[in-house]
């Protein structure tokens, strides 16, 4: 079972509010991410958690907070956001790289798309 | 730094022919993957395959076939006798070295029409 799945699939928020987005796989994966897709470009990576602690932080703007409860779950804590942050946003997995040599392929769930007024 | 270049920004074609969507990267990690994802209009990017830059083999899945060329810096992906279904945005993708092996650097992707 290759499944990533994300909730919610749609959300729109003001820019006052707090909001969050759940990421949840049940592949083993023990590295989670967090992208951003504004439309018509690639997605641009966030966030990487690898055994459940945070590896990769790119630089994101703090009223975006990452949390990862365990192996499993991975949420994206919103709040006071701007309007340019609305896109979509991915989550994905994959098996992690301690101590092995590889690379693996990272697969992702269907995003929540964002807008935010 | 590791770039990947897809040129094509739109492609358009007829049902049943074949289309080649190009890829080209830049690296100097001497170990580093290379990937193809599908977007369909849904928005989940679908993994499709990771070639591993010692293994130059071309690969075939029915009707996919990816050509990798390390003296060119290319990794082609051609559909043969497209289908509707296959309309989508396609990515290619390149991650390097052990440190940086987490981080995908995508291509800005290639528009795939198919026209019944």
């Known amino acids: 079972d290759t499944e990533v799945t994300q909730t919610p699939k749609h959300l729109v928020m003001g820019m006052t509010n707090k909001k969050s987005l759940k990421c949840e796989q049940h592949m083993g994966h023990r590295a989670m991410y967090w992208y951003k897709q504004k439309a018509k470009k690639p997605p641009e990576l966030m966030f990487v958690?690898?055994?459940?602690?945070?590896?990769i932080n790119e630089s994101v703007p703090s009223r975006f907070s990452p949390e990862c409860p365990n192996s499993s779950l991975l949420n994206l804590h919103l709040h006071a956001l701007q309007p340019e942050d609305s896109a979509l946003y991915l989550c994905a997995s994959s098996q992690d790289l301690a101590g092995g040599p590889g690379s693996y392929e990272q697969y992702f769930g269907p995003g929540t798309r964002l807008t935010v007024t | 730094a590791q770039k990947v270049t897809q040129a094509q920004t739109e492609i358009s074609v007829v049902e049943k022919e074949d289309v080649t969507l190009d890829c080209v990267y830049e690296?100097?990690?001497?170990?580093?993957?290379l990937f193809w994802y599908k977007q369909p209009p849904s928005g989940e990017l679908v993994f499709l395959i990771r070639r591993n830059s010692f293994d130059e083999q071309n690969e075939i899945s029915g009707r996919y076939s990816w050509n990798f060329q390390k003296s060119t810096s290319s990794f082609n992906f051609t559909i043969t006798a497209s289908q509707v279904v296959d309309s989508a945005v396609y990515f290619c993708a390149l991650s390097g070295g052990i440190q940086g092996a987490q981080k995908l650097v995508f291509g800005q992707g290639t528009r795939l029409t198919i026209n019944p």
């Open positions: 958690y690898s055994y459940e602690k945070l590896s």
């Open positions: 690296t100097r990690d001497t170990t580093y993957y």
